[in-house]
């Protein structure tokens, strides 16, 4: 992880070892896939999970503040709208299946700086 602050989202279960093999004994499928962690394939999905938010977000903006729109306005809509796509899109997760909000809210984070960025790059490339 480049920044770190995430190293405490996913925490080792105690014995993890023996807690699998018991599960093994049941027949309970495993929640990843085992076998080489391809990250190739995960950054693959990824650029286009943030190509679809950024279609999404430019669909919108194109719609709520046409051509000719300030650096600022366009900076507004395009960044909220790609801040709630991915940041207030996972607060389900803590409230339904009792995610922690430590993990939630750090990865909003994450979510807060991509929409500082894009936000920031539409309003610079937006039509004068």
């Not at 807690?19 to 999905?45: C, D, H, I, N, Y």
């Not at 503040?65 to 900076?75: I, K």
């Not at 395009?78 to 899109?89: D, I, P, R």
């Not at 997760?93 to 500082?116: G, P």
């Amino acid at each position: 992880m480049v920044l770190g602050y995430h190293k405490h989202d996913y925490a080792a279960i105690p014995s993890d070892d023996a807690v699998m093999e018991a599960l093994r004994k049941f027949g309970v499928p495993r929640v990843t896939t085992s076998g080489k962690f391809e990250m190739g394939k995960l950054f693959g999905q990824w650029f286009a999970y943030t190509v679809l938010i950024s279609a999404f977000a430019a669909f919108l903006a194109v719609h709520a503040v046409g051509a000719g729109a300030s650096f600022r306005r366009v900076f507004h809509v395009v960044g909220l709208t790609t801040f709630a796509s991915c940041g207030l899109a996972l607060w389900p997760l803590s409230i339904w299946y009792q995610r922690k909000w430590a993990t939630t809210l750090r990865t909003n984070l994450d979510a807060l700086i991509f929409a500082v960025l894009t936000g920031a790059i539409f309003g610079w490339l937006w039509p004068r």
